[in-house]
């Protein structure tokens, strides 16, 4: 156990559905990062927060996707209008020295 | 941009037998250089990092990492492979405030 946790471990939703995944950090990190994994694939850096500030989005983060951090504790990130090839593995992360790991919330979408 | 290259997709060991798992890396700067592992449906757990100092670097369940400057590499090593192993192993390196990984070694350790 890393510390960090994510919620839910696995959503199945249908194509155009809007979700949402939270991930709660260790309290004393102020960097939280989202990732994402597809398979075969390693994780790839979507956005990251310093405190409540989120200082930078990949290109991977269409318009459809937003990440927020308030008061500086939990994150969420929502998809909107869920599209297949959003299936994937979204792992949350926070840093010290090196990065700690959530579980991962594994999206599915028929 | 920083990036990390895994260059085999598999690596099939016998248990008992070393395990070497090889990573190149590419950064501006010095390099703070990352191995993770996998099992499946599961996170990432943090094995050893390498940011100063030693060029060999131990971390957790055994295992040790080889910093090399000249060859910009960072092999992870054990020397007796367990069964329990078996699993996705992913380097990674820091640069601008995030981590890049390579695509992952899948390690198989036969009893």
């Known amino acids: 156990d890393t510390g960090v946790s994510q919620d839910p471990r696995h959503k199945i939703t249908k194509r155009g559905q809007n979700v949402t995944f939270r991930c709660d950090p260790i309290?004393?990190?102020?960097?939280l990062y989202w990732y994402r994994q597809t398979l075969g694939q390693g994780p790839e850096f979507l956005t990251y927060?310093?405190?409540?500030?989120?200082?930078?989005k990949s290109r991977l983060l269409s318009d459809r996707f937003s990440a927020e951090r308030p008061k500086g504790s939990f994150s969420t990130l929502e998809i909107q209008r869920t599209e297949q090839g959003d299936s994937a593995m979204y792992l949350c992360a926070t840093s010290a020295a090196e990065a700690f790991f959530g579980q991962g919330t594994r999206l599915t979408v028929v | 941009a920083q990036s990390v290259a895994q260059p085999e997709d598999q690596v099939n060991v016998a248990e008992g037998n070393p395990l070497t798992v090889k990573c190149t890396y590419s950064v501006s700067g010095n390099p703070y250089l990352f191995w993770y592992v996998q099992y499946p449906n599961r996170g990432l757990q943090f094995l050893l990092k390498?940011?100063?100092?030693?060029?060999l670097v131990k971390g957790s369940y055994g295992f040790e990492a080889e910093f090399n400057k000249s060859q910009t590499s960072f092999h992870l090593k054990k020397p007796s492979a367990l069964v329990s192993d078996s699993a996705l192993y992913f380097c990674a390196v820091r640069g601008n405030n995030r981590l890049a990984f390579g695509k992952g070694n899948q390690v198989v350790v036969i009893p």
């Open positions: 390498y940011i100063t100092g030693d060029n």
């Open positions: 309290s004393e990190h102020n960097r």
């Open positions: 927060f310093q405190n409540e500030a989120q200082l930078e």
